[in-house]
């Protein structure tokens, strides 16, 4: 059996991230933007930081509209 998604605290998320390209565009309270470039078209992700992991909601929902694929994700 393959890897699999888990739980990840904000900054886990935020280094998974920035390792996929993404930079911080700016913060708003604690919810930071993420944007990357990817095959022309701008990605946008956003990440509440606050002390609590992020469930697999959360991060099934920033590979989506990150247009990251879970094979990415896992070897970021």
């Given at each position: 059996?393959?890897?699999?998604?888990?739980?990840?605290?904000?900054?886990?998320i935020?280094?998974?991230?920035?390792s996929?390209g993404?930079?911080l565009?700016?913060?708003?309270g604690?919810?930071?933007?993420?944007?990357?470039?990817?095959?022309?078209?701008p990605?946008?992700?956003?990440?509440?930081?606050?002390a609590?992991?992020k469930?697999?909601?959360v991060?099934?929902?920033?590979?989506?509209?990150?247009?990251?694929?879970?094979?990415?994700?896992?070897n970021a």
């Amino acid at each position: 059996m393959g890897a699999r998604l888990t739980p990840l605290h904000p900054t886990k998320i935020e280094k998974k991230l920035k390792s996929l390209g993404f930079s911080l565009d700016h913060e708003d309270g604690s919810l930071r933007f993420f944007v990357r470039e990817k095959g022309g078209k701008p990605y946008v992700v956003q990440v509440h930081f606050h002390a609590e992991e992020k469930g697999l909601d959360v991060i099934k929902s920033i590979l989506r509209t990150g247009g990251i694929s879970r094979d990415e994700w896992l070897n970021a």
